[in-house]
């Protein structure tokens, strides 16, 4: 603050902060920590995504690896379906954010020939991170005509 005096301007010094500037400040700091929230958020969701689809990708080469090997002298089969997955007599359920959009292998099950591992159906499964009927995210997983995961 300026302070006039007859012919002389003397500067006060002021201590503190006003009440304006401590407004600003914390309207600041709350717009920046809710970005910082928000961009975490959806990335943990992608990340989330990403787990499943990894899992599920493993699943698969799994599947393949038994057929291979001619575990238990049959060939192997993996079950996919809207919410889950079945290999190996087990059903793993994804999760609820989580499901199947589109298989374009035409067959919901995939079959792996014993010794060459060779899959029954190729093509495309896309899964999708949901909120509701909205569509967060989505990932796709490409078998080969090999049965390998591309």
Known sequence: ???KTKTKYILQ???????MEIIVSLSLLAMISS??????????NIQSLNKQVDFIKSSINQTRLNA??????????IRFSTNSITYDDK?????????????????????????????SATG?????????????????IIINNLGIIE
């Open 1 to 3: 603050m300026i302070i």
């Open 13 to 19: 010094n002021k201590k503190g902060f006003s009440l």
């Open 35 to 44: 970005l910082i929230f928000f961009s975490f958020n959806s990335l943990n």
């Open 68 to 77: 291979v090997n001619s575990k238990n002298v049959v060939n192997q089969s």
């Open 91 to 119: 059903i793993i359920n994804l999760e609820s954010n989580i499901s199947l959009m589109s298989n374009n292998t035409g067959t919901t099950t995939i079959y792996f020939s014993r010794i060459s591992g060779f899959p």
């Open 124 to 140: 495309t499964l896309v899964y999708k991170l949901h909120k509701g009927s909205t569509v967060i995210a989505t990932s796709s």
